[in-house]
């Protein structure tokens, strides 16, 4: 762990989330698995691991994956990635 490393979550699940509930969209929210959390933040907010999660609606996937950074001062980075349903990946790697 590093004085200057965190974890940032920019996926872009829980805001689609919100849209389509506000429009009374279905969808279905799954875990793909959990990573753990090596920055100064997680220590302080007591997060030892993260959920990775897929998000599927209508025809399409949002897939979370974290990105780690090896640089022990560079952030880590929870990002998420949309495809159509039939072009999504069979074996996601959830870290990389």
Partial sequence: MSWNKNTIRRSEIDKTIELLKEFKVKYKLTTLGKVPGYGLNDAYEDISEYEIRKLE???FVILEQMIRDPDCDM???ISS???EKSKAPKNWKIEK
């Fill in 57 to 59: 609606y209508n025809d």
């Fill in 81 to 83: 990635f949309k495809f």
């Fill in 75 to 77: 952030d880590d980075v």
